[in-house]
Structures are given as C-alpha cells and as structure tokens.
C-alpha cells in the first residue's frame, strides 16, 4: 500500500494525505492498494494495480470510477472500475485488479512509466481523481 490521499478533485500519492482542495472531513479516501511488479514470462513484464476506496459517507457505494495520471504528464491515464458494494465506513477489496504488461503495444507508454515511477520510488508522482460514483437508492 502506498499511502492514503484525500478526495476532492486530483489527488496525489505521497507520504502523507495530500489534496489540491482544503477540505476539513473527507468523505472518500483513494489510495493505490496494489502496485506490484510481476514477471509474467523470460520477456514479458507487468504490474499489477488497483486502487482502493475508503466510503466514510452515510451512504452505500455501488461502484466508482477512479483516473490515474501522471505528475505533468495528464495526457498518460488509466481508468479503474471498483464494482464493489462499499456501505459506510468500509474500504474496497483489491482481490481484483489490472494487469499493465509491457508486450501489450497500447499500454506500452503506461508500463513505462509505471516502471520509472517504481525503479524511482517516485510515487509522488501518481494521480488519482474520482471521476464517477454511484450511490445505492
């Protein structure tokens, strides 16, 4: 787990909770859960990702829709898709999440710099913005 960031419209990915808006109570926590490197083969290399969300409303999440991007490099993103039932004060599961492989062509720019971000430790440099969520009625 890299580390908890505060939702309001970007986020970022630091050491501590970080937020391009003040705001005094969050209501919904993003953090990258899952960051992974794998071998997928003697040629092929990958990471696996997802990131998590903390419900700290009153309601109950059906499913969410969360960007990444990079630090000065917006162009580059990666939609994510949590499905997940989340009632009040729960946080998602990663047991599910995206493979980024280095042999698939249109993610090749994506891997690369997921791997410069790990080869760096520079994961100040990872985005994340809440784009969609769905309430239960």
Same mark, same amino acid.
């Given at each position: 787990?890299?580390?908890?960031?505060?939702?309001?419209? %970007?986020?970022?990915?630091?050491?501590?909770?970080?937020?391009?808006?003040?705001?005094?109570?969050?209501?919904?926590?993003?953090?990258?859960?899952?960051?992974?490197?794998?071998?997928?083969? /003697? =040629?092929?290399?990958?990471?696996?990702?997802?990131?998590? !969300?903390?419900? +700290?409303? @009153?309601?109950?999440? /059906?499913?969410?829709?969360?960007? !990444?991007?990079?630090?000065?490099?917006?162009?580059?993103?990666?939609?994510?898709?949590?499905?997940?039932? +989340?009632?009040?004060?729960?946080?998602?599961?990663?047991?599910?999440?995206?493979?980024? /492989?280095?042999?698939?062509?249109?993610?090749?720019? +994506? =891997?690369? %710099?997921?791997?410069?971000?790990? %080869?760096?430790?520079?994961?100040?440099? !990872?985005?994340?913005? +809440?784009?969609?969520?769905? =309430? @239960? %009625?």
């Amino acid at each position: 787990e890299i580390s908890a960031c505060l939702v309001g419209s %970007e986020m970022c990915i630091r050491d501590s909770f970080c937020t391009n808006v003040p705001v005094v109570n969050p209501t919904i926590i993003l953090q990258v859960s899952r960051f992974e490197r794998k071998k997928i083969s /003697r =040629y092929v290399n990958a990471f696996r990702i997802m990131p998590s !969300l903390t419900n +700290l409303t @009153q309601q109950t999440i /059906r499913s969410a829709q969360i960007k !990444l991007t990079f630090w000065e490099k917006s162009q580059l993103s990666k939609n994510f898709i949590i499905n997940q039932k +989340l009632i009040p004060n729960s946080k998602s599961h990663t047991n599910l999440s995206y493979l980024i /492989r280095s042999d698939v062509p249109a993610q090749a720019l +994506l =891997y690369k %710099e997921l791997l410069s971000i790990s %080869e760096n430790a520079s994961y100040d440099q !990872l985005i994340l913005e +809440l784009l969609e969520v769905k =309430y @239960q %009625e």
